[in-house]
């Protein structure tokens, strides 16, 4: 059997009320105006592989409807901010929702033929604005890491799929925003084929729906997952809240943000059955294995209903749907290939050095030590898990952003080493000398070409992820 041995979760911070904007209750999570679906993907994946040390991964595939680029493989990035560098495969599964269920079962069967494999899924929902798709839509990322032996945290039991041609929704290429179809229709589609789908893997997994502990049922369309819900057979309090109503739905990575909240309070040898309604059904049966119910590092799902507040305006701003007039400065040039390849372990990975000598830490890395002078005395250094703390910072109301003003802060780092870069998820009246924070992969700027600048940037670290 398949054994999932690790995951990791990403929910943005930031919260749009519904019923500031008029269209519902709750609130949905929404991207930051320097994140992606790439950057949210490192920062799931990074937790994963805290869970999954030594672990390491020999494939990342990356599934999500919203790429940052299309012709081009964003799990390169991932993989290059991980620390991966040259020694796994990286792969793309997008284009759809569904294309995170084909890259589980790619990540499951490589686990399967004896391979370490790490599946990442993000997704960013947007739509126009007061739409349905606005309203329900969530942003968040999920990492699953399987491997062929070891303690794990669930088994994959037993699987199925339907598929069937029907117009549900659809996106051309180029087009901000997808266009939906009556959602009548589709309810009539998706619950048959959806309770055809979970017959068909209880059946194969030798199960009854009594025997089910937890399920999850999980799409973009709502009126057809609250109706598979109650179709289900199963029994009283087996049916998960899918967190819609605090986080949204967060397309291609919803049923494993999902998948890891229930794998957070499981035990061991419980039956969890995943139904992902995309363009068809797909089941997937897991049995809780040794590690279910074992805490994580940082925030549980749970504890990411909660977030501040966004402004429906800023939230078009940095979906692009609102052109805000920038700071008067010439738009940002496009980082340079050569150069960006050749320091990609430190743009990517944030890996500096330490001098062997005298143990100085050097940001970015260095072949000289500026403390004692040795030269070539040096060994790398991965850097990205470090928190710090603030020991100055400035506001620039002129510099390039989508969102200024631009915070920039000078960081002591925990064990050695002062770093100079952007402070993001925080107000500019807030910020103190002396705050805590962690470093996070975000987007600098995109320029007009649509080539994307990523690199670290820190952000306050919560109580509960200092704790």
Not at 230 to 249: E, N, P, T
Not at 315 to 335: A, S, T
Request: hydrophobic share 40%; with cysteine.
């Amino acid at each position: 059997m398949t054994r999932l041995v690790a995951r990791g979760t990403y929910v943005p911070r930031h919260r749009l009320d519904r019923a500031s904007v008029g269209i519902g209750h709750g609130t949905r999570s929404v991207a930051s105006y320097d994140e992606d679906t790439t950057s949210m993907g490192v920062a799931a994946a990074r937790r994963a592989l805290q869970g999954a040390t030594p672990r390491v991964p020999g494939s990342v595939i990356f599934s999500t409807s919203t790429p940052a680029y299309t012709d081009r493989t964003n799990a390169t990035a991932i993989a290059e901010a991980l620390g991966l560098r040259t020694h796994v495969g990286a792969y793309d599964f997008n284009g759809s929702v569904r294309s995170a269920v084909g890259g589980f079962h790619a990540a499951a069967d490589a686990a399967a033929a004896g391979r370490t494999a790490m599946l990442v899924a993000a997704d960013i929902r947007t739509g126009l604005p007061g739409s349905s798709e606005e309203r329900d839509g969530g942003d968040g990322a999920a990492a699953l890491v399987f491997a062929p032996d070891g303690p794990c945290l669930a088994e994959v039991i037993a699987t199925s799929a339907v598929s069937t041609e029907f117009l549900d929704r659809w996106r051309p290429p180029g087009a901000p925003v997808s266009h939906v179809w009556e959602e009548r229709f589709g309810e009539s589609v998706y619950v048959p084929l959806a309770a055809e789908a979970l017959g068909q893997a209880l059946v194969s997994a030798g199960l009854e729906p009594g025997d089910v502990h937890h399920l999850i049922v999980a799409g973009l369309h709502r009126r057809a997952v609250a109706g598979m819900g109650k179709a289900a057979g199963v029994r009283s309090g087996v049916l998960v809240d899918d967190r819609s109503d605090a986080i949204g739905v967060a397309g291609a990575a919803h049923a494993f943000l999902m998948l890891c909240d229930v794998l957070e309070r499981a035990v061991p040898t419980e039956n969890i059955v995943v139904l992902v309604l995309a363009d068809g059904a797909d089941c997937v049966v897991l049995r809780a294995g040794e590690l279910a119910g074992a805490p994580l590092p940082g925030p549980t799902v749970a504890d990411a209903v909660c977030g501040p507040p966004v402004g429906h305006h800023d939230m078009l701003v940095w979906r692009g749907l609102l052109r805000r007039e920038p700071p008067r400065r010439p738009d940002p040039d496009r980082p340079a290939a050569p150069p960006s390849h050749r320091g990609a372990a430190w743009k990517f990975g944030f890996t500096g050095t330490r001098c062997v000598e005298c143990g100085t830490r050097h940001l970015p890395p260095q072949r000289v030590c500026h403390r004692c002078r040795a030269v070539d005395r040096m060994q790398s250094e991965g850097l990205a898990g470090l928190t710090g703390t603030v020991s100055t910072f400035t506001v620039d109301h002129l510099a390039f952003s989508v969102a200024p003003p631009v915070v920039v802060v000078v960081v002591d780092l925990d064990g050695g080493g002062r770093l100079q870069c952007e402070l993001t998820d925080a107000d500019h009246r807030d910020v103190r000398v002396g705050d805590r924070v962690e470093l996070t992969f975000r987007r600098l700027y995109t320029t007009t070409d649509g080539v994307h600048d990523y690199f670290w940037k820190v952000r306050p670290l919560l109580d509960e992820e200092s704790a």
